[in-house]
């Protein structure tokens, strides 16, 4: 049985969607909405970018640098961004599914990916919600109401654990559930490996990411 992948029932109705997907021998379309979600990932990416978000280190030359050079710098930046969006998109679809595989009996890696799938919607509209903050209240992603980076910053000064607090969002917790209720249904496997692996998977990223940010290097992720 051969069915098209619906992604909005995924975050709609995940437990029916979950349930079908497992049932499904094939996967219709799965190739398009890998190479959708590719271009989607580094539209939205360019997008943010253009707005200005994250581009404050290059704000700060503005003074130094010819208008012509700023201009190029700024172009570069934006290329920059949309390979970061496409680098984004595989990271968050293949090596999470990756780890997931490892840990199943039944669970086809496709399957898992398109578990991902549903992530990766997640991550990008989180990443959208970083323009009005950034235009109206001139907040960084890491101070986002919506995430513990708030709170962080009133307990310590430090930046690495800022920015890792940062992290853990509204949208995070959204995307643990999920995956917890498509890896459960797809691997079949014990509730506390399944809480692990999710665990542990998505607190390495973060740490990661909190790390980047940490060398200045937050506009890739």
């Known amino acids: 049985m051969h069915k098209e992948v619906r992604l909005i029932r995924g975050l709609r109705h995940p437990s029916l969607f979950f ?55 700024k172009f570069m930046f934006f290329i920059g961004r949309l390979i970061a969006g496409l680098l984004y998109a595989a990271i968050l679809l293949f090596i999470p599914s990756l780890i997931y ?37 001139s907040l960084e992603w890491f101070s986002s109401p919506l995430s513990l980076g708030v709170i962080a910053q009133y307990i310590t000064s430090k930046e690495w654990v800022i920015y890792f607090f940062g992290c853990f969002s509204f949208f995070k917790i959204w995307i643990v559930y999920l995956q917890y209720k498509g890896v459960k249904k797809l691997t079949e496997q014990k509730n506390w490996l399944v809480w692990l692996v999710i665990l542990t998977s ?3 990223f973060w740490s990661i990411t909190a790390f980047l940010a940490y060398l200045d290097l937050s506009t890739l992720f």
Request: hydrophobic share 50%.
């Open 19 to 73: 349930y079908q997907l497992k049932e499904m021998e094939g996967i219709k379309g799965y190739r398009q909405k890998l190479i959708l979600l590719f271009i989607l990932s580094a539209i939205i990416f360019g997008v943010v970018s253009s707005f200005g978000v994250g581009m404050d280190p290059l704000s700060k030359e503005l003074t130094k640098l010819s208008a012509s050079t700023y201009e190029l710098e």
């Open 101 to 137: 595989w490892t840990i199943s009996d039944e669970g086809e890696y496709r399957k898992l990916v398109v578990t991902q799938f549903i992530v990766l919607i997640i991550l990008l509209i989180e990443r959208l919600t970083y323009i009005p903050l950034s235009l109206f209240f």
């Open 202 to 204: 998505n607190l390495l």
